[in-house]
């Protein structure tokens, strides 16, 4: 599976929008761009999940570009419950989950 | 509401026992997986399972092994525990794409 880049902390204010850039230069093709979100004393959460161009849902935006060598999750409008460890993962669980690899994370704090 | 249960929230194992963690999910999914968790490493996965008496490796087997007996029950053994083998431990579970993985709360096991 890609290997991911993502910044190890962000810090925002509430309301602000928040826009955590994950790299993948080598995503191979039939890859698929998946977010997950992980609070304290919890298992990570999943976000949101695309292909190419753009997907939103309830909670957040994923935008990926044409060569689809990095996406961008985008948060809203933060409030202080979005503080969390937010985790970029890339592969083809259609072929199976070898190598599965969330890497580190972007500890994202929203303070008032 | 979906639920995946771990047995234990902490565990506390002295260097060289055998230790069982289990997980539980209700939601009748087919894939099961373990993770584990240390600081600045993310999350890596130990053992994953297509379905029951069905298991594959992931990034870091070594020293692991795992049981799928039933389907809505995945075991994770550490034959013999050593004190590397500190760490969070995370199970998931899911089902047809998107494979959206769903965590239960963790199980913290400290050897000594």
């Known amino acids: 599976l890609a290997k991911t880049t993502q910044p190890i902390s962000m810090d925002s204010y509430e309301g602000q929008e928040v826009n955590i850039t994950c790299s993948h230069n080598n995503i191979a093709t039939n890859d698929y761009i998946t977010w997950y979100q992980q609070f304290p004393s919890q298992g990570p959460r999943f976000i949101i999940q695309g292909y190419k161009t753009k997907v939103t849902n309830e909670v957040a935006s994923l935008f990926i570009p044409a060569d689809r060598k990095s996406s961008t999750l985008s948060l809203p409008r933060v409030s202080l419950s979005d503080t969390a460890v937010y985790y970029c993962?890339?592969?083809?669980?259609?072929?199976?989950?070898?190598?599965?690899?969330f890497g580190t994370g972007t500890r994202l704090l929203v303070s008032p | 509401d979906v639920k995946v249960t771990q047995s234990s929230r902490y565990l506390v194992k002295r260097t060289g026992e055998k230790v069982f963690l289990e997980c539980v999910q209700d939601m009748d999914h087919e894939n099961m997986f373990w993770y584990r968790q240390d600081p600045g490493l993310g999350l890596r996965l130990i053992y994953f399972?297509?379905?029951?008496?069905?298991?594959e490796k992931g990034d870091i087997p070594e020293g692991y092994s795992v049981s799928r007996e039933k389907k809505e029950r995945f075991s994770l053994i550490l034959e013999s525990a050593s004190t590397n083998q500190t760490s969070m431990y995370l199970c998931?579970?899911?089902?047809?794409?998107?494979?959206?993985?769903?965590f239960g709360p963790g199980t913290r096991l400290t050897v000594t």
């Open positions: 998931a579970s899911c089902s047809a794409p998107p494979y959206e993985q769903y």
């Open positions: 993962l890339v592969g083809d669980m259609n072929t199976g989950f070898q190598k599965l690899v």
């Open positions: 399972s297509y379905d029951v008496k069905m298991k």
